[in-house]
């Protein structure tokens, strides 16, 4: 209750900011890869072309951000290029992959193109937007399935189409808007504080318009906060 109250008056704060430009800061300058640093793909995975971050999906791996975030709002764009599409990006991670793996420990946003299940044959609750603590991280889903939470509506758009997201996320509890509408979250996660991490899974993908509002620090403490990399 009480991370819920203070995720209410963290919203009321942020929206006396919202109307402040000055308040957010772009993650992503539309010309280079300023502000992120390769963790475990290739320089082949990762480039700028016409203002967009356009990602090759392969190797799989991610591309984290130069520093770590604790409460905040995070606004980004994305695209896939193919049918049944995986991305996502990682909210409160480490640094660096989970040991023999190639993803790391944190709260994952996902990005599903529409076909994913189909082709890949899973469940039709398999969709984008799901929430989840990867690699073991603790947090209860707002909306279950099974560990993960599932988004409430089916509100991604399909290939060559541009989606936005919206990821409100203050004190262990991540809140996600969808084009638009609040339809997913997650609450108690164990970690509150690391990197954003860009995710390379498989298939051509592509990100703009990527800038965060920092809000107050909640005072994440000991294991609530990943390892700093140097």
């Known amino acids: 209750m009480k991370n819920i109250l203070l995720f209410g008056l963290s919203l009321v704060f ?28 290739s320089p082949e995975t990762w480039w700028v072309e016409d203002g967009e971050l356009r990602c090759k999906g392969l190797p799989i791996g991610v591309m984290r951000s130069a520093q770590q975030y604790e409460n905040f709002i995070l606004e980004i764009e994305w695209m896939h290029e193919t049918a049944g599409g995986n991305s996502g990006v990682f909210i409160w991670s480490e640094g660096t992959p989970y040991p023999e793996k190639t993803l790391p420990k944190g709260v994952e946003v996902q990005m599903l193109e529409n076909e994913f299940y189909k082709i890949h044959n899973r469940v039709r609750g398999y969709v984008s937007g799901e929430l989840f603590g990867s690699m073991g991280l603790e947090v209860v889903p707002d909306n279950p399935r099974g560990a993960r939470s599932m988004s409430t509506e089916y509100r991604c758009k399909g ?72």
């Not at 929206?15 to 963790?39: C, I, R, T």
């Not at 997201?165 to 991540?174: K, L, P, T, W």
């Open 14 to 41: 942020a929206g006396q900011l919202v109307a402040d430009e000055s308040a957010w800061k772009p993650l992503f300058n539309g010309h280079d890869l300023s502000g992120w640093a390769d963790v475990n793909t």
């Open 159 to 230: 290939k060559g189409e541009w989606n936005k997201y919206v990821v409100v996320a203050v004190d262990g509890v991540v809140k996600l808007s969808i084009n638009g509408k609040f339809v997913n979250g997650i609450r108690e996660s164990a970690r509150k504080k690391g990197y954003l991490c860009l995710e390379s899974e498989g298939a051509p993908v592509r990100f703009r318009n990527i800038r965060i509002m920092e809000l107050p620090s909640g005072g994440a403490s000991g294991d609530e906060i990943a390892a700093m990399v140097e």
